[in-house]
C-alpha cells in the first residue's frame, strides 16, 4: 500500500532550527512537496525535491534520499509565525498526490 | 505563481439544501483539478479528481450522486454537495494541475462549509 509517515506534533523554541522527518511508501515517485498550511487556510507551497539532496530556499530546507524513502524539511531561525502544519506529499505513478497527516509545529517564545 | 480561486469562502446553510462550490484558474489552463476535503485537525482527503471534459473520478467512499463535479471548462470545476447535513460541514479545497506542469499541484483558498 501508499503510506507517508511524519510526526504528529513537534514543539520548538522561537530563532531555534527545527527538523520535521517524512518517510513513504508509494507506487512509483514523482517528486516529493511539502506544504505549509496554517488553521483554517488551505496549504501553500514550500518545496519540491525530485532528485536527491538538499534544496535551500531562505530559512526553509528540504532533504530528499529517493534509496530510503525520505525527506526532511529543516526550518530555521524560527518565528512565531512559523507555527502552523507542515504536510508531506509524494507524487505517485499517476502524478497524484499522496498526503501525510501533517506535522503540528509549535513554536514557544 | 499561479492563482486558483474558490467561490464562496464560507457558506452556511440548511440541511436538506445543495450549496455549490466554484473553483477556478486564472492565469492557466487546469487540465486536471481536484477536490479534497478536510476536518478539523485532519489531514486533506481527496475526494475526487476531474479532468477537463470528462467524468470524475471518485475515491473510495465519496458517494458520486452526493457530491456532483463538473469540469466543463479549462478553467472551472464546480462541486456541488446535494442534501447537505450537517456531517458534510468541512472545509473544502480543490487544487488544479497546469498539463505542462504535471508535478505540482496548486490550491485554491478553501470553502468552509457549515450545514445546519
Known amino acids: 500500500g501508499q503510506n507517508i509517515d511524519q510526526p504528529t506534533e513537534m514543539t520548538a523554541t522561537e530563532g531555534a532550527i527545527v527538523q520535521i522527518n517524512c518517510t513513504y511508501q508509494?507506487?512509483?515517485?514523482?517528486?516529493l512537496f511539502w506544504y505549509q498550511q496554517h488553521a483554517g487556510e488551505a496549504p501553500t507551497f514550500l518545496s519540491y525535491n525530485v532528485l536527491d539532496g538538499l534544496e535551500e530556499k531562505g530559512r526553509f530546507s528540504s532533504f530528499l534520499s529517493r534509496s530510503k524513502g525520505y525527506s526532511y524539511l529543516l526550518l530555521k531561525e524560527l518565528q512565531m509565525k512559523d507555527s502552523a502544519s507542515y504536510l508531506c506529499?509524494?507524487?505517485?505513478?499517476?502524478?497524484?498526490?499522496?498526503w501525510g497527516a501533517g506535522t503540528k509545529l509549535i513554536i514557544k517564545p | 505563481g499561479a492563482v486558483v480561486s474558490q467561490h464562496p469562502s464560507w457558506v452556511i446553510c440548511k440541511s436538506g439544501t445543495s450549496v455549490k462550490i466554484e473553483c477556478r484558474s486564472l492565469d492557466f489552463q487546469a487540465t486536471t483539478m481536484f477536490w479534497y476535503r478536510q476536518f478539523p485537525k485532519q489531514s486533506l482527503m481527496l475526494m475526487a479528481t476531474s479532468n477537463e471534459g470528462s467524468k470524475a473520478t471518485y475515491e473510495q467512499g465519496v458517494e458520486k450522486d452526493k457530491f456532483l463535479i463538473n469540469h466543463a471548462s479549462l478553467t472551472l470545476s464546480t462541486l456541488t454537495v446535494t442534501s447537505a447535513h450537517p456531517e458534510d460541514s468541512s472545509f473544502y479545497i480543490c487544487?488544479?494541475?497546469?498539463?505542462?506542469?504535471?508535478?505540482?499541484?496548486?490550491f485554491g483558498p478553501g470553502t468552509r462549509l457549515t450545514v445546519l
Open positions: 506529499a509524494v507524487g505517485d505513478s499517476n502524478y497524484q498526490l499522496i
Open positions: 508509494t507506487s512509483g515517485f514523482n517528486g
Open positions: 487544487s488544479a494541475r497546469d498539463g505542462r506542469e504535471m508535478n505540482e499541484q496548486f
